[in-house]
């Protein structure tokens, strides 16, 4: 319908930021450029003309303190969310990510909450080169006490962000760089997806393919293609990759019986080996075949465009894969 309210994915995630801070005047953000400029991929533009400078901060070129500053006001009781322009430059800030933000809560016992939201921009395709184009999030799931989110569209973006505003420990909110212009139905009002709760995509009986960000919407494509040669495809975005939804994978690989995981992250110790892992664990007398994976090549992301287009998976490197998963089984 023509009257359907539409939002980019970028804006989905602005318009989260905007109604929780309207809602509580402990939030506040802090990260370079996002005040008058509004961030390098224009995700926070209008909020400090509308809010002030005082609660959207810009910050010095310094990764370290600006996640230092997010988890010193968090746990003296605001709700700060901090951007990280790249997700490779979360590696600045590691010390702080990982022996502060995530261990806080468990070294206090208990007593002391962490509701700090970080933000970056993940993932490549821009030709944006090796040291602005990486997928990490298999490094951030590997930490006790962080939470990492990663949407594939802008009706999960909203929700999920406004999860990670109201939570009280540290999230990873994970914006694909690609995916920022992605229009689609986003309700007006305020609502939030759980975080942990993976959503099926596409329903399908002959394979189960667990895809995120990105990834997702190019299975989807794949899945339409093979459908029209009766395969089909039972799609799955775990949304939330730490904590990850384990029952709802088992579950669908138990009734489909063929596993494909597909990831735009380096496919050596990438999230897809855990994954299989888990289902091979708790569901290996139900396959027909191995769990299968697709992921990039053991290498830096290429500048060239050319190059970087044959690194990263798509529908069609996708298609082929499920294909041949089928084949074998």
């Given at each position: 319908?023509?009257?359907?309210?539409?939002?980019?994915?970028?804006?989905?995630?602005?318009?989260?930021?905007?109604?929780?801070?309207?809602?509580?005047?402990?939030?506040?953000?802090?990260?370079?450029?996002?005040?008058?400029?509004?961030?390098?991929?224009?995700?926070?533009?209008?909020?400090?003309?509308?809010?002030?400078?005082?609660?959207?901060?810009?910050?010095?070129?310094?990764e370290q303190a600006i996640v230092g500053l997010g988890i010193g006001a968090a746990v003296t009781g605001l709700r700060p969310i901090v951007d990280l322009m790249f997700m490779d430059f979360i590696c600045v800030a590691f010390d702080q990510i990982v022996n502060q933000a995530a261990?806080?809560?468990?070294?206090?016992?208990?007593?002391?909450?962490?509701?700090?939201?970080?933000?970056?921009?993940?993932?490549?395709?821009?030709?944006?080169?090796?040291?602005?184009?990486?997928?990490?999030?298999?490094?951030?799931?590997?930490?006790?006490?962080?939470?990492?989110?990663?949407?594939?569209?802008?009706?999960?973006?909203?929700?999920?962000?406004?999860?990670?505003?109201?939570?009280?420990?540290?999230?990873?909110?994970?914006?694909?760089?690609?995916?920022?212009g992605m229009s689609a139905h986003v309700p007006e009002e305020n609502y939030e997806i759980p975080l942990g709760k993976a959503n099926i995509?596409?329903?399908?009986?002959?394979?189960?393919?667990?895809?995120?960000?990105?990834?997702?919407?190019?299975?989807?494509?794949?899945?339409?293609?093979?459908?029209?040669?009766?395969?089909?495809?039972?799609?799955?975005?775990?949304?939330?990759?730490?904590?990850?939804?384990?029952?709802?994978?088992?579950?669908?690989?138990?009734?489909?019986?063929?596993?494909?995981?597909?990831?735009?992250?380096?496919?050596?110790?990438?999230?897809?080996?855990?994954?299989?892992?888990?289902?091979?664990?708790?569901?290996?007398?139900?396959?027909?075949?191995?769990?299968?994976?697709?992921?990039?090549?053991?290498?830096?992301?290429?500048?060239?465009?050319?190059?970087?287009?044959?690194?990263?998976?798509?529908?069609?490197?996708?298609?082929?894969?499920?294909?041949?998963?089928?084949?074998?089984?």
């Amino acid at each position: 319908m023509s009257d359907v309210r539409k939002l980019t994915y970028g804006g989905a995630f602005n318009e989260a930021v905007r109604q929780a801070m309207e809602a509580d005047e402990n939030i506040f953000c802090a990260g370079e450029d996002i005040g008058a400029f509004g961030g390098v991929f224009g995700t926070y533009l209008g909020l400090q003309a509308k809010f002030g400078a005082h609660r959207v901060v810009d910050t010095p070129i310094s990764e370290q303190a600006i996640v230092g500053l997010g988890i010193g006001a968090a746990v003296t009781g605001l709700r700060p969310i901090v951007d990280l322009m790249f997700m490779d430059f979360i590696c600045v800030a590691f010390d702080q990510i990982v022996n502060q933000a995530a261990k806080l809560k468990y070294m206090f016992g208990g007593e002391a909450t962490m509701p700090l939201t970080i933000t970056t921009g993940g993932g490549a395709g821009l030709s944006a080169a090796a040291q602005h184009s990486q997928s990490l999030e298999a490094i951030l799931c590997h930490i006790p006490g962080l939470k990492v989110v990663y949407p594939s569209n802008p009706y999960d973006m909203k929700g999920l962000m406004t999860a990670c505003i109201r939570e009280n420990n540290p999230t990873i909110m994970v914006k694909h760089k690609r995916l920022l212009g992605m229009s689609a139905h986003v309700p007006e009002e305020n609502y939030e997806i759980p975080l942990g709760k993976a959503n099926i995509m596409r329903a399908g009986t002959d394979v189960t393919v667990i895809a995120y960000g990105r990834m997702a919407n190019e299975t989807l494509v794949a899945a339409e293609k093979l459908a029209a040669d009766g395969i089909e495809c039972e799609v799955i975005d775990p949304r939330t990759l730490q904590p990850l939804d384990t029952d709802s994978i088992v579950e669908s690989a138990r009734k489909t019986h063929k596993v494909l995981v597909v990831h735009e992250a380096v496919k050596f110790g990438g999230l897809g080996a855990e994954i299989a892992s888990q289902i091979h664990e708790l569901a290996f007398d139900y396959l027909d075949a191995p769990v299968a994976r697709i992921g990039a090549p053991f290498s830096p992301v290429p500048f060239s465009p050319a190059l970087e287009q044959h690194y990263l998976p798509d529908a069609a490197s996708i298609e082929a894969g499920i294909r041949n998963l089928v084949q074998r089984s």
